[in-house]
């Protein structure tokens, strides 16, 4: 007989789904620590612990809610308590493969199985009781006072129970396996994390209560009509109860349809109307939101507006509990989008903790829910015996969805029911969607991974490149593969929703202003949601007590590992933002504010409201006007209440004249949201004044090889170089070091790439970038000049730039021209003659341990990119070195500034750098190569020096970690360069 975990059924004994409420029928938590005792095999500790007398006295504590796996307990073997963290037996992660043998429905022997009891007192007075338990990771068995309730898998799904309760001390007993059959459908690119680690709850059910109810609330944008009708069932069908909604007079019974004029609920004006549902035996409380989402002629729209999703996906993830989440958590996530300009989340991949929606219902996010299903690991199998295309799994899959479905119906935030994440093809798709079709036909339905979008009401994709998005939105994409005619015709009608774009691994992403400005061009496209929320990393300390983040690669002696590849966050695992979530937070502004400076200085703000609905009244706006970082005028500015979509011109009262004067408006909060507090800045822009291009030296270059080549030191100016090498050695009075051609940047995420296909980082080792030698030809100086030329090229390989760098006294200081070439073949042969591009065109510099502080003028303050800088406002900054890294946890090149007019370096002595115009820059205390070396951030030490990268050029970072290559605008033109830097 088939074990009930390897089952393809999802359950047995189980109350039929509903939604979840609030209700004045009373609730008993059960959670609080549980007895726990794991065992190596499904069969656990046997039956034993189902008895009244067992003495559990033994067993290890647990808390309830929580993942075994993160918590410490004591080995079957014995000894002290301990974490699994890191080991084979604790939290795994995999990103498509399964961790057990590809054997549908069976997991085999070896399913660790956690036993839990706990022994509580009944509650008093109820009619009946209700046992739900709101998620088990990945199959639980359930038994009350020794009989068995029933069993269930879905690990994001509740399951309830009668629950047959008597006074006095109950002794309930839980078996949860690690690997289950629903492990199958479960393969999403997460942590595998087993346990009881959502709330356990006992409710009251009344005699003449509610068993479900499903609240219908439509708007009509034309009228402003909303539309009520709140259905109610108890435990034998349809009832009749009183539905009170006293803001709008409404005193109506279930069933019944009643209007009334209302406002309508969006994610920026989420308005919500309390009522109550009320029957003899139970109130429950309504918080209904009034809106229509449709499509119409292929464009999705939203209480008759078109709804363009300013998107994000998220997982439940905490460093310390996994999913295991509380309240406050879930409110941190939200408060952190709402400020970041995020308008709609995908519950990637499965339905979040209850509490969560209503978060969103009150705070406003539109939600795509997705179901607990993902079957991608049967791509290892070529999609053979892949559940959707099973008969046999298709009680399971209908059964997910109707738990999905019934628990949520009542949020005005959710708008899209998503199917699944990536699970091929397959018939049961389409039971599904008629499931759907008839139980909720207000909200439309997606599916991304069918080409032939049968069962979808969007069009979709993950990480298409700019250029196909764009055709996306032109609606010129070419057919795919395998779908026929009709399908594809279709499917061209069908609005386009980027289900996950930008994949924000490490240092990234980039281009996510130029896929918002794709996304907003084309109506066809609605919006778009950037892979993901939060880094799952666990917080871990190491053997010498630094403090590192956990992630896959860190779970020691196991396979298959999906290593760092669980850290794709817009924050980081504690919820720290990272520079990914600055930049993307201006691409979502609400606001698009343009600024024009003209030649004499009049200025003129244009302001537009993007929002989908809301008007500009709760905003205030403010402009500032800065020459070189100095603030030379700034007040409030008077803009006229915008409605969506309206826009308007004002002219700014600047100071005149001005010159290269930088002019910034803001528009902030009026008064405190609830979300964010008054000020709180939701967009800006800015405009340059034209000024005078910066002033070149008349002096003439001398010639090439004239001067006289000296064995000592050499003055030019306030600076001396080293005759020999024609090295920089003083400036003023720093000892310094360089400069040295530098070509190399420690690889971020996106430049690993995904493998083979687009590993430039592989390229970069195969070719020595990080290793180049710099030979010196040819040193000559002159009165007020000194001019070196060398070639800068790996051992082994033929390519190599030649450079000649000229100095010349100039004020305060020397400037510096290059003129770099490329020469050779730039490519990695004998092995595939891979193109190399190269990551940085700059000079490296090395400089006294003792600086300390920067300032400059240019980008910040956070770190910019060419493809991730528009997030950053150009003005004056100021840091300590050491706050300009961005701590990722696994080290990568990080903390560049573009567009740098000039920085200044003060700790041992003073320098300054001036771009001629501009400038990249990092200073960083190790080298990059030791940045490339380092797998945790404690392995960063400091070097004793501080290391200065002035570059022509970075290229950007781009997405390639899963996505398309770099594009061509942003990578570093591999031709002859000239440029100049004036150090002072
Ligand atoms: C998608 C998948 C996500 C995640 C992402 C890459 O294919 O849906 O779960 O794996 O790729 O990080």
Request: proline share 7%; with cysteine.
């Given at each position: 007989m088939t074990d009930y975990w390897e089952s393809t059924e999802p359950g047995d004994g189980r109350r039929e789904p509903r939604a979840q409420r609030r209700s004045d029928a009373r609730t008993q938590s059960l959670n609080g620590i549980w007895r726990f005792r794991l065992s190596p095999t499904g069969a656990g500790t046997g039956d034993a612990f189902l008895g009244?007398?067992?003495?559990?006295?033994?067993?290890?504590?647990?808390?309830?809610?929580?993942?075994?796996?993160?918590?410490?307990?004591?080995?079957?073997?014995?000894?002290?308590?301990?974490?699994?963290?890191?080991?084979?037996?604790?939290?795994?992660?995999?990103?498509?493969?399964?961790?057990?043998?590809?054997?549908?429905?069976?997991?085999?022997?070896?399913?660790?199985?956690?036993?839990?009891?706990?022994?509580?007192?009944?509650?008093?007075?109820?009619?009946?009781?209700?046992?739900?338990?709101?998620?088990?990771?990945?199959?639980?068995?359930?038994?009350?006072?020794?009989?068995?309730?029933?069993?269930?898998?879905?690990?994001?799904?509740?399951?309830?129970?009668?629950?047959?309760?008597?006074?006095?001390?109950?002794?309930?007993?839980?078996?949860?396996?690690?690997?289950?059959?629903?492990?199958?459908?479960?393969?999403?690119?997460?942590?595998?994390?087993?346990?009881?680690?959502?709330?356990?709850?006992?409710?009251?059910?009344?005699?003449?209560?509610?068993?479900?109810?499903?609240?219908?609330?439509?708007?009509?944008?034309?009228?402003?009509?909303?539309?009520?009708?709140?259905?109610?069932?108890?435990?034998?069908?349809?009832?009749?109860?009183?539905?009170?909604?006293?803001?709008?007079?409404?005193?109506?019974?279930?069933?019944?349809?009643?209007?009334?004029?209302?406002?309508?609920?969006?994610?920026?004006?989420?308005?919500?109307?309390?009522?109550?549902?009320?029957?003899?035996?139970?109130?429950?409380?309504?918080?209904?939101?009034?809106?229509?989402?449709?499509?119409?002629?292929?464009?999705?729209?939203?209480?008759?507006?078109?709804?363009?999703?300013?998107?994000?996906?998220?997982?439940?993830?905490?460093?310390?509990?996994?999913?295991?989440?509380?309240?406050?958590?879930?409110r941190q996530d939200v408060m952190l989008m709402k400020q970041a300009n995020i308008d709609a989340v995908r519950t990637s991949h499965y339905p979040p903790h209850p509490e969560f929606l209503r978060l969103c219902d009150e705070y406003g996010l539109w939600v795509v829910e997705e179901c607990d299903l993902e079957t991608h690991g049967f791509i290892f199998a070529g999609w053979e015996g892949n559940p959707p295309a099973e008969p046999a799994w298709r009680p399971a899959l209908?059964?997910?969805?109707?738990?999905?479905?019934?628990?949520?119906?009542?949020?005005?935030?959710?708008?899209?029911?998503?199917?699944?994440?990536?699970?091929?093809?397959?018939?049961?798709?389409?039971?599904?969607?008629?499931?759907?079709?008839?139980?909720?036909?207000?909200?439309?339905?997606?599916?991304?991974r069918d080409p032939s979008y049968?069962?979808?009401?969007?069009?979709?994709?993950?990480?298409?490149?700019?250029?196909?998005?764009?055709?996306?939105?032109?609606?010129?994409?070419?057919?795919?593969?395998?779908?026929?005619?009709?399908?594809?015709?279709?499917?061209?009608?069908?609005?386009?929703?980027?289900?996950?774009?930008?994949?924000?691994?490490?240092?990234?992403?980039?281009?996510?202003?130029?896929?918002?400005?794709?996304?907003?061009?084309?109506?066809?496209?609605?919006?778009?949601?950037?892979?993901?929320?939060?880094?799952?990393?666990?917080?871990?300390?190491?053997?010498?007590?630094?403090?590192?983040?956990?992630?896959?690669?860190?779970?020691?002696?196991?396979?298959?590992?999906?290593?760092?590849?669980?850290?794709?966050?817009?924050?980081?695992?504690?919820?720290?933002?990272?520079?990914?979530?600055?930049?993307?937070?201006?691409?979502?502004?609400?606001?698009?504010?343009?600024?024009?400076?003209?030649?004499?200085?009049?200025?003129?703000?244009?302001?537009?409201?993007?929002r989908h609905d809301a008007d500009t009244s709760d905003v205030v706006f403010s402009w500032t006007a800065e020459s070189d970082g100095v603030t030379m005028g700034s007040g409030s500015l008077a803009v006229p209440i915008?409605?969506?979509?309206?826009?308007?011109?004002?002219?700014?009262?600047?100071?005149?004249?001005?010159?290269?004067?930088?002019?910034?408006?803001?528009?902030?909060?009026?008064?405190?949201?609830?979300?964010a507090p008054a000020g709180h800045v939701i967009a800006w822009g800015q405009g340059l004044s034209e000024g005078e291009p910066p002033s070149r030296s008349e002096t003439a270059l001398p010639p090439v090889s004239g001067g006289v080549r000296a064995a000592g030191l050499v003055s030019v100016g306030s600076a001396r170089f080293d005759g020999a090498t024609g090295r920089l050695v003083q400036l003023g009075g720093i000892e310094l070091d360089g400069p040295w051609l530098d070509l190399h940047r420690a690889p971020t995420e996106n430049d690993h790439g995904q493998g083979s296909l687009n590993d430039i980082a592989s390229v970069w080792a195969a070719t020595g970038m990080d290793r180049m030698l710099q030979r010196v030809d040819d040193v000559s100086h002159g009165d007020g000049w000194l001019r070196t030329r060398g070639r800068t090229a790996p051992s082994t390989h033929p390519h190599a730039v030649e450079w000649t760098m000229t100095w010349r006294a100039e004020g305060q200081g020397v400037l510096l021209d290059v003129d770099a070439d490329f020469v050779g073949p730039w490519r990695d042969t004998p092995y595939q003659h891979r193109d190399i591009w190269v990551p940085r065109l700059g000079l490296l510099f090395a400089l006294p341990g003792g600086m300390d502080q920067v300032r400059w003028y240019g980008r910040g303050p956070g770190e910019t990119y060419v493809d991730s800088c528009e997030g950053s406002r150009t003005g004056r900054f100021a840091s300590s070195i050491d706050a300009l890294q961005t701590p990722y946890p696994v080290p990568q090149e990080n903390g560049n500034h573009?567009?740098?007019?000039?920085?200044?370096?003060?700790?041992?002595?003073?320098?300054?750098?001036?771009?001629?115009?501009?400038?990249?820059?990092?200073?960083?205390?190790?080298?990059?190569?030791?940045?490339?070396r380092a797998s945790r951030p404690a392995q960063l030490v400091d070097s004793g020096t501080v290391w200065l990268n002035v570059d022509h050029r970075q290229q950007g970072i781009g997405s390639a970690s899963v996505g398309p290559a770099l594009p061509e605008r942003y990578r570093v033109p591999r031709e002859r360069t000239r440029w100049s830097v004036h150090l002072a």
């Open positions: 009244e007398e067992f003495d559990d006295t033994g067993w290890d504590e647990m808390p309830v809610p929580s993942h075994w796996v993160l918590e410490p307990f004591t080995p079957l073997a014995g000894g002290a308590a301990r974490s699994m963290r890191g080991t084979p037996e604790g939290p795994l992660y995999t990103n498509t493969s399964y961790p057990i043998p590809l054997d549908p429905p069976n997991v085999g022997p070896d399913n660790p199985t956690g036993d839990y009891r706990l022994v509580f007192d009944g509650p008093e007075g109820w009619d009946a009781a209700v046992l739900r338990f709101q998620g088990v990771d990945s199959c639980a068995k359930v038994w009350l006072n020794g009989t068995e309730l029933g069993w269930s898998m879905g690990s994001r799904l509740p399951f309830e129970f009668d629950a047959p309760l008597r006074p006095g001390p109950n002794v309930l007993c839980v078996r949860v396996h690690r690997w289950s059959a629903g492990t199958y459908l479960e393969d999403q690119d997460m942590w595998w994390l087993p346990g009881i680690f959502r709330d356990v709850e006992l409710l009251e059910r009344p005699a003449d209560g509610i068993e479900d109810f499903f609240v219908h609330a439509d708007f009509d944008a034309a009228t402003g009509i909303g539309t009520l009708r709140v259905d109610a069932w108890g435990t034998d069908g349809a009832i009749c109860a009183r539905v009170e909604v006293p803001e709008l007079g409404v005193h109506a019974e279930s069933g019944e349809t009643v209007t009334m004029l209302v406002e309508a609920w969006s994610a920026e004006s989420p308005r919500l109307y309390t009522g109550v549902l009320r029957t003899p035996g139970e109130a429950v409380e309504l918080r209904i939101g009034f809106r229509r989402v449709e499509v119409r002629d292929g464009v999705l729209l939203a209480n008759g507006a078109p709804l363009v999703f300013r998107g994000v996906n998220r997982h439940e993830h905490h460093p310390d509990t996994g999913r295991t989440l509380d309240r406050d958590t879930m209908l059964d997910r969805l109707h738990r999905t479905v019934e628990r949520d119906k009542n949020h005005p935030s959710v708008v899209i029911w998503s199917m699944a994440n990536e699970s091929g093809i397959g018939e049961t798709f389409g039971t599904m969607r008629g499931y759907l079709a008839e139980r909720d036909p207000a909200r439309p339905v997606l599916y991304e049968r069962d979808s009401d969007f069009f979709s994709l993950m990480y298409p490149s700019l250029d196909e998005l764009d055709a996306i939105g032109r609606r010129e994409e070419p057919r795919p593969d395998g779908v026929t005619g009709a399908e594809d015709e279709r499917r061209r009608g069908l609005p386009f929703l980027l289900v996950e774009y930008a994949h924000a691994m490490g240092n990234g992403p980039g281009s996510l202003q130029d896929y918002w400005r794709i996304m907003t061009a084309h109506d066809r496209i609605c919006g778009g949601f950037v892979w993901e929320w939060i880094d799952h990393g666990f917080s871990a300390v190491d053997e010498d007590g630094h403090a590192y983040v956990m992630h896959g690669d860190d779970v020691i002696g196991y396979e298959p590992r999906g290593g760092r590849f669980s850290l794709h966050g817009l924050v980081f695992s504690d919820r720290t933002p990272t520079p990914g979530l600055v930049e993307l937070a201006r691409a979502y502004a609400p606001l698009e504010i343009t600024i024009e400076v003209d030649a004499r200085g009049r200025a003129t703000a244009t302001v537009r409201n993007t915008l409605d969506a979509g309206a826009a308007a011109v004002v002219e700014l009262p600047l100071p005149a004249p001005l010159h290269e004067a930088v002019v910034t408006v803001e528009a902030a909060l009026a008064a405190d949201a609830a979300w573009v567009q740098t007019r000039w920085l200044e370096i003060e700790g041992a002595g003073a320098m300054r750098v001036t771009g001629r115009p501009e400038f990249d820059f990092t200073l960083r205390r190790w080298t990059s190569v030791d940045l490339e």
